[in-house]
């Protein structure tokens, strides 16, 4: 089992920037791909950006050019950095990563982008 656990969620201007973090603990060495989901009110979660099982990242078209994700695999935690936002990336971000074949989740962190 993975607990993931994010931060760095808050309240910023349209334009500003915010960086996420997901730090896993458990077993996180049985992680076979970890991502960033978000989900707006009324809306389907999403993937916002994750790295597959062959470490290569994806992005939603939304987001790319703005988003990086990156990982830091000594503290085992990943990151989202989020520049240029907008009032539409507003939603609550969940840390998801898939380990021996579950899909575990963290308990999310809001950004709120105002305009």
């Known amino acids: 089992q993975v607990q993931l656990v994010e931060s760095g969620g808050g309240l910023v201007q349209a334009g500003g920037s915010l960086r996420l973090s997901c730090a896993a603990s458990g077993s996180p060495f049985a992680i076979s791909a970890i991502g960033w989901y978000r989900q707006a009110p009324g809306r389907q979660r999403e993937l916002v950006a994750g790295?597959?099982?062959?470490?290569?990242?994806n992005y939603a078209d939304s987001v790319k050019g703005r988003f990086t994700i990156s990982r830091d695999n000594a503290k085992n935690t990943v990151y989202l950095q989020m520049n240029s936002l907008k009032p539409e990336d507003t939603a609550v971000y969940y840390c998801?990563?898939?380990?021996?074949?579950?899909?575990?989740w963290g308990q999310g962190t809001q950004v709120t982008v105002s305009s």
């Open positions: 790295f597959s099982s062959s470490s290569s990242a």
């Open positions: 998801n990563a898939w380990s021996r074949g579950l899909n575990n």
